[in-house]
């Protein structure tokens, strides 16, 4: 409900995976690709759209997130725009492999909903990642 | 056991993705919309296709039992090729025979060809229609192609035709074109001949031989052959015509035979007339 508060033009962020790009960066790639599956599939039965789908994108944006995974960097990652880069990056890919099986079989150009709803969620989501990006920010700066 | 344990240890970030990517694609399974039937056929396009690049490997442990399989199929597919080939002949012959009887002016009964003898001097054959069908003795037989013979002897279900290539048969002709009369005998071979055709008639070589209305047994203008060769007999007064048939004995499998009988008057007429 908060996330259609937030829509734009259709368009609203993916709040669950900034929170999965927050894991991964933190507990690493097993954790995250765990946890990306474990959100997804709860997302798909609370949403009760095409089980799976969720699980598999939010997967394997997540694993591949974790090559990313540097211990010793982390909080410096979170409060810097690092932080709001790969989240960019991930919500991309994330709909990236969602829409190429969402769009299989019926009317929709694969590369102009990629870029429509792919990127242009990507970039909203990047934008919300901001305010997390800010408060782990000040946490670095004031310890 | 532990190189085991050490090979997990290194590939146990792909192997968890691996678990996750094989559980998702299974809840994906589970739907029944849109996408996931194009994936399915999708899927179905690929594996045939990759089945069908490696089709040539052989299954080693299957091929004697393939073997037998399609060398049985293979006798099995080859007879019914020769029973198709002999129906579509048959289909051929007997179109061409219905066309013939549909528009035949005789009144005739068909007839197939039991057996036949071509090599002896009276040569007959023996048809499966007899005085139950109500054939007589002294009918006209034809085919498509032209005269065949006569009956000579009728049972109740079959009957015994005198051949054209008969010593014994004899039958009045006429030549098409020059309206030349003759009698038509058989003297061996696969050759007909015309008596009684005198030096100064008008006969040549590719004239057409039909039945004569002056025959009692045999309805006029039913064709008989063509004339293959025209010579002079030495020491006579007539010329030595040699008849090709029209009808292939050789071949022939079905018949009509033509329900008329000899007119019992003219016979008569003809008895008293005086003899020379």
């Known amino acids: 409900m908060a996330v259609k508060f937030l829509a734009i033009e259709g368009i609203t962020p993916d709040i669950l995976l900034i929170w999965l790009s927050y894991l991964t960066l933190t507990e690493g790639q097993i954790v995250g690709t765990i946890g990306g599956f474990s959100l997804g599939v709860l997302f798909d039965l609370a949403v009760g759209g095409f089980l799976g789908l969720t699980a598999l994108s939010k997967t394997i944006a997540c694993f591949f997130g974790g090559y990313f995974y540097n211990e010793s960097k982390t909080l410096m990652t979170l409060g810097s725009f690092q932080f709001v880069a790969f989240v960019f990056v991930l919500s991309f890919v994330n709909n990236a492999i969602y829409f190429a099986i969402f769009v299989a079989g019926i009317q929709m150009h694969y590369p102009a909903t990629v870029l429509w709803y792919g990127l242009t969620t990507a970039i909203y989501t990047a934008v919300v990642s901001l305010l997390p990006m800010f408060l782990f920010s000040r946490k670095v700066k004031f310890g | ?276």
């Open chain 2, 1 to 276: 056991m532990h190189r085991l344990y050490t090979i997990l240890q290194l590939f146990k970030e792909y192997i968890v993705l691996a678990l996750f990517i094989f559980c998702s694609i299974i809840l994906l399974l589970s739907n029944n919309n849109i996408q996931i039937q194009y994936i399915r056929s999708l899927t179905v396009a690929v594996m045939g296709v990759a089945e069908n690049t490696f089709s040539f490997i052989p299954n080693l442990f299957e091929l004697p039992r393939e073997n037998r399989i399609l060398r049985r199929r293979t006798v099995e597919l080859a007879d019914e090729v020769a029973k198709l080939r002999e129906a579509r002949l048959e289909n051929i012959r007997l179109r061409k025979l219905l066309r013939f009887a549909s528009t035949t002016q005789f009144r005739i009964i068909s007839a197939e060809v039991i057996s036949k003898n071509l090599h002896l001097l009276h040569n007959t054959m023996v048809i499966n229609v007899g005085s139950s069908d109500s054939v007589a003795p002294s009918m006209p037989v034809i085919s498509d192609a032209g005269l065949v013979g006569r009956i000579t002897t009728v049972s109740t279900n079959y009957s015994i035709v005198q051949l054209m290539l008969n010593r014994d048969f004899r039958a009045s002709v006429k030549i098409q074109r020059s309206r030349v009369d003759g009698i038509l005998a058989w003297q061996g071979g696969m050759i007909a001949i015309i008596k009684n055709i005198s030096k100064s008639q008008d006969v040549r070589v590719g004239d057409l031989v039909i039945t004569s209305e002056y025959s009692n047994t045999f309805p006029p203008n039913i064709e008989v052959g063509i004339i293959s060769s025209v010579s002079d007999e030495i020491g006579t007064l007539f010329k030595k015509v040699a008849v090709q048939p029209s009808v292939d004995f050789a071949r022939l499998q079905e018949v009509f035979v033509i329900r008329t009988t000899p007119d019992s008057a003219r016979e008569a007429i003809f008895l008293k007339l005086p003899k020379e």
